[in-house]
């Protein structure tokens, strides 16, 4: 592929921000090729309606996050300041109906509004290569001043907030249940602890295949953590991507010290 990572995202504001596209190219790939491809698939979007699937999958994704992002009672606390502050306290209180409601056509005609050349300003980052003997400086530390709150106290914190602007009682998040173990027949472990506070399912998985084990080369963990996602004897990269995102979930791999995990 052309890029390492391609991304776009609009913060939320209180007046008209940006819609900010931001691509990292693959080491032999130039900025100006990479920008030229960008142009092209503006001018896709506005002249080609995106398909109801790519749409689809899009919503649940949205959906998702959405959910995944309300788990803890600090995550709702964080939602509710962060409209209240921009002035749209009930922003998020029919946020997924609306999102739901988007069309192709909705998504075209916002692009042939707003992705134009008088709107558009482009910065570049290019690194330069490090002189011989030259290594990079240390990376700024910081620190996590105070202690972790417990749930009352986060309720008790924010509940004035929920009260000035009329929102629900915050949710917190229940663990009813203590944690079972299987072992399946094929070795496997699985540890399963149930939280029925939120209609998500989060899944971590282990092997011990981390760096400690890379021998000579010291990049074949990270290299082996990179192409799990990158697709099977069986499924492309592209089909594995449309199946992850199709249900709403998302797929990533990191190697530790010990194991690689997701």
Known sequence: GLAQSAQMYDPDQKDPFLDIFDVTPQNDVSLDKIEAELRTEISNLQTTPVTQDELD???????????YGKDSISDQGSIITEYATIGFPHY???YLKRIGQVTPAMVQAVAQKYFTTDNETVARFEPTALKAGQVLPPPPSGEHF????????QEA?????????????????????KPSKVVLDNGLTV?????HSNPDIAIDGYTMAGEIFNGDNKMVAQTTAEMLSR???SKSFLQ?????EGVGASLSFQPEREEIGD
């Open 57 to 67: 999958r899009a919503i649940r994704q949205i959906e998702a996050q959405y959910v």
């Open 92 to 94: 998020q209180d029919d």
């Open 146 to 153: 105070g202690s972790r709150q417990s749930a009352a106290s």
């Open 157 to 177: 914190e924010f509940a004035p907030i929920a009260k000035t602007y009329g929102l629900d009682k915050f949710t917190l998040s229940k663990v009813t249940s």
């Open 191 to 195: 540890i399963v602890q149930e939280n």
């Open 231 to 233: 697709g099977t004897t």
């Open 240 to 244: 594995l991507a449309e199946q992850v």
